[in-house]
């Protein structure tokens, strides 16, 4: 994932109400810097986390914005060890 700028992937879940995760996907959908790319969640209720496509200085202002409400932190390779 490019690191200059360009867009990047972020997991955002909600700290404590899962009201303002549904409230942040509502948020983004006419958002043109943001792009949804894939919820998290059992298929019968809501998703607990979401993952988009945004640049840092973007993401940055999410996170201002959401303080205390989401979790949004950059999309990182899982590795075993």
């Known amino acids: 994932m490019p690191s200059s700028g360009g ?3 972020y997991i955002v879940r909600a700290a404590n109400d ?3 995760l549904a409230s942040f996907i509502a ?3 006419n958002d043109p810097a943001v792009r949804l790319v894939d919820t998290i969640g059992p298929s ?3 998703p607990h986390t979401v993952v988009v496509e945004t640049d840092p200085a ?5 996170k201002q914005r959401t303080r205390n ?3 949004i932190e950059p ?5 075993l060890f």
């Open 75 to 79: 999309d990182s390779p899982l590795s």
């Open 58 to 62: 973007t993401a940055e202002q999410l």
């Open 18 to 20: 899962d009201g303002a």
């Open 7 to 9: 867009p990047t992937r």
């Open 44 to 46: 019968a209720g809501p």
């Open 27 to 29: 948020s983004i959908h």
């Open 69 to 71: 409400q989401l979790m």
